[in-house]
């Protein structure tokens, strides 16, 4: 090996890790600087709730409490935020079971079925993404009180479950329609049935795109503030964000005691993000890719 040859050799050794993948300075410090002005609130939403009223007044806001302190979040847990995290999570598990099950069936019936009649079904779905939800607010509180349903949690349900299957049958409808041909034939040969398809073919395929919108369904869900606003007034009915208000009302100018009860509330989300970051990050583009 020459001299220019080994000199070339080591170059690109530099710039390129073990993988085959090129080192982008540039890309990374953008990345980095990206991450710090996001994670920029969630540290601040802590390091105040640690606070005390006097401490931040006169602290930094970008050096963390000298003397931590828990009484802001044993105040906010003794006021009764633990009901209102209860709500919440009842509203978020059934709103987003029924979203996903009812979409996952109209995808796969919309992907898999040629025929104008589905045609015309996926297309009213799709006319559910042009419907502001700002725009349905006083049909809906006619319809869920018509049916017996205002200030109770159950009324929450039905217009998050409609104003969600949209975009979901959109994503699943997208993924399932780029599973090959050749494996749905396999199994039809082997006698399998739609139900064996979808327990055994198109779940396990589209669990990225599933986690995908599990998440995305959940978080519109957990921070939904219009509903609840509009469809109860009673305080054991209160869902988180709707809380929060009350947080804000009780403790006036306490911000630390208000943080406190922020970082709960977003809490559960960021740790569901972490815990299915990977399936996230694969299904973002799920079934775009042709």
């Known amino acids: ?21 090129k080192v982008r300075p540039l890309a990374a410090v953008l990345g980095v600087v990206w991450f710090l002005i996001a994670f920029y609130p969630v540290y ?28 802001n979040y044993l105040s906010v847990i003794n006021s009764g935020i633990g009901l209102y995290f209860v709500n919440s999570l009842f509203v978020t598990v059934f709103t987003v079971v029924l979203i996903v099950f009812v979409s996952f069936l109209a995808a796969y019936a919309i992907a898999r079925i ?53 975009l979901t049958v959109l994503i699943l409808v997208n993924f399932i329609r780029d599973i090959p041909n050749e494996l749905y034939d396999s199994m039809v040969l082997d006698g399998g049935g739609h139900v064996r398809l979808l327990r055994s073919l198109v779940f396990p395929l589209s669990r990225p795109a599933l ?36 947080f804000q009302g009780q403790y006036g100018v306490n911000v ?12 559960p989300i960021i740790l569901l993000y972490v815990v299915a970051r990977r399936q996230l990050l694969g299904g973002l583009t799920a079934g775009f890719g042709k």
């Open 44 to 71: 601040y939403m802590f390091t105040t709730s640690l606070r005390t009223q006097a401490g931040f007044l006169e602290g930094s806001l970008w050096i963390p409490p000298a003397n931590p302190t828990l009484e």
């Open 256 to 267: 630390p005691g208000l943080m406190a009860a922020v970082f709960l509330s977003v809490l």
């Open 114 to 166: 040629r025929s104008r009649f589905v045609r015309i079904v996926f297309n009213i779905f799709l006319l559910g993404l042009a419907i502001p939800l700002q725009a349905a607010v006083i049909p809906i509180y006619v319809l869920v009180t018509r049916m017996g349903l205002y200030d109770t949690l159950f009324g929450l349900i039905p217009p998050q479950v409609a104003f969600g299957i949209p």
């Open 1 to 21: 090996m020459t001299a220019e040859q080994s000199s070339t050799t080591n170059g690109l050794s530099k710039r390129a890790r073990p993988g085959g993948r």
């Open 211 to 246: 986690i995908t919108v599990v998440i995305y369904n959940a978080l519109q869900v957990w921070n939904n503030f219009l509903f609840p606003l509009i469809l109860t007034q009673s305080q054991n009915v209160s869902t988180l964000p709707l809380a929060l208000q009350q």
